[in-house]
């Protein structure tokens, strides 16, 4: 199996977005602690808008991302940030290889 990789941009509403940020690096802290065939989880603050933020995972394989969606610190993420959110998209990518 291929590594599963992908970007999540979540666009917070203005309102909330200290207090989202403040939940989504607790988020990031607890998945690199508890989940298993998390290879990486960063979160990063997008420049041209103070209010979005991505995640860029990769996970071993597409069986370690669903068991993570199934994790109470994943859970409780999406719980909070239910009406605090304008948007999330997730787009999920293939790193290029060169091929010989």
Not at 10 to 29: D, G, P, Q, S
Not at 47 to 74: M, P, Q, R, V, Y
Request: a negative charge.
């Amino acid at each position: 199996m291929s590594n599963v990789i992908l970007v999540v941009k979540v666009k917070v509403k203005e309102e909330f977005a200290t207090e989202v940020y403040t939940f989504m690096k607790a988020l990031h802290k607890l998945t690199h602690e508890l989940d298993e065939g998390c290879i990486q989880y960063d979160l990063h603050k997008v420049l041209e808008d103070e209010n979005t933020f991505c995640f860029i995972e990769t996970w071993e394989n597409e069986a370690f991302l669903i068991e993570h969606s199934k994790k109470d610190h994943f859970i409780n993420f999406m719980e909070y940030v239910e009406g605090k959110i304008e948007d999330m998209q997730k787009t999920f990518l293939e790193k290029y290889e060169e091929k010989n």
